[in-house]
């Protein structure tokens, strides 16, 4: 039987194609639900099981999506697998599409002044239908309440938070706090994407699973966070034989 929720190393993941996520998600936009979305990778499992406050946030998300054929293999491992990867960079793109369909307002925090605002004119163009609700750089005072009011009043629907992890999370945290509604979504580097000038891997590298490999060939200064990958291995390894929870 196909499990709602799976749990890797005490993470909770929800257990569903990226099609239910985007209609689920949906129906929480249309419904006006407070909606905390994370798409968590093998990287933000292993820093949530060394921060003890960060994991408690992730506990309190209201969709966990497993980001990355890591979690997806962890899963099978663990003899409870989950149906499919559902990266974060493709649940934004499809929210972004949803948007565009219904006119809703979209708010873009997070990146360099100059990233964020070619991110917008490619959606825009990308998508006429969708509203631009406002958008900002991301490096600001995260502290600062003002930007919390700031945003909040443009109303948004969606509010798309790229200041990597686990900066974004806690921000969205405080964000939703404050605010009347919205589905707030941690979207890590995906502006730099949107902004053309940092190309997602061509598509054969995508179907082969193997996008980590190709950026840490173009960005080596990404190896000291990706060598998160062979101890969050090891630490399935030893949930399969302790048969703990993480
Ligand atoms: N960033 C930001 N504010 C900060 C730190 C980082 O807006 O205080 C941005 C940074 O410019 C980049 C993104 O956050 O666009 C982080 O991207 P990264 O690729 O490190 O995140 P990942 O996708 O690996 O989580």
Do not use: C
């Not at 194609?17 to 129906?27: A, G, N, P, V």
């Amino acid at each position: 039987m196909m499990q709602k929720k799976v749990t890797i190393l005490g993470i909770p993941f929800d257990n569903l194609t990226r099609r239910d996520f985007l209609s689920e998600l949906y129906q929480r936009m249309q419904n006006k639900q407070k909606t905390f979305l994370v798409t968590a990778n093998p990287e933000i499992v292993m820093y949530a099981r060394d921060h003890r406050s960060y994991h408690d946030l992730l506990l309190q998300a209201d969709f966990i999506a497993p980001d990355g054929i890591g979690i997806v293999q962890a899963s099978r491992r663990l003899g409870t697998p989950i149906k499919e990867r559902v990266p974060g960079f493709e649940l934004m793109m499809g929210l972004l599409e949803l948007a565009d369909q219904d006119q809703k307002r979209v708010y873009f925090i997070g990146a360099k002044e100059e990233i964020v605002s070619l991110a917008v004119d490619n959606v825009s163009k990308k998508w006429p239908g969708l509203k631009i609700a406002g958008y900002h750089h991301g490096y600001f005072n995260h502290e600062d309440p003002e930007m919390i009011e700031t945003v909040r009043q443009t109303q948004p629907d969606i509010i798309l938070v790229a200041f990597g992890f686990p900066l974004q999370e806690n921000w969205i945290k405080a964000y939703l706090d404050e605010a009347d509604y919205g589905i707030a979504v941690g979207v890590g580097g995906s502006f730099d994407v949107l902004s053309g000038r940092t190309k997602r891997a061509p598509r054969l590298v995508q179907k082969l699973h193997i996008e980590w490999l190709y950026r840490l060939l173009k960005q080596p200064s990404r190896y000291k966070r990706m060598s998160a990958l062979p101890s969050f291995i090891r630490a399935v390894y030893r949930q399969l034989k302790d048969g703990s929870a993480g």
